[in-house]
């Protein structure tokens, strides 16, 4: 009877430990997407300023605009040239 409160208190113990480990790895998973997602919006942008010169065209690259193209990818680059042509 000893034997299974030990087995029965160990597979709580991993359970619990599993857990706690999702808790934990989930926030940085985010951090690293998060800068990841903001290095591919800061080459798409450095493209756009790239290839806009020809027309005369640049986007700015600041925190915000890097934010909004790592979140939204190529649309949130299609929104900050929306922006960008209705100023």
């Known amino acids: 009877m000893e ?3 030990i ?3 160990a597979v709580v113990l991993l359970v619990v430990l599993f857990f706690i480990g999702q808790i934990l790895v989930k926030p940085i ?3 690293w997407k998060l800068i990841f ?3 591919i919006g800061i080459i ?3 493209a756009v300023n790239y290839f806009g010169a020809y027309y005369d065209f640049s986007l700015p690259i600041n925190i915000i605009t890097v934010l909004i ?3 939204l990818g190529i649309p949130g680059v ?3 040239i929306c922006f960008q042509l209705l100023l």
């Open 3 to 5: 034997t299974i409160n």
């Open 69 to 71: 193209a790592g979140f």
């Open 29 to 31: 998973k985010l951090l």
């Open 37 to 39: 997602n903001s290095l």
């Open 7 to 9: 087995i029965i208190a």
């Open 44 to 46: 798409l942008l450095l």
């Open 78 to 80: 299609f929104l900050l």
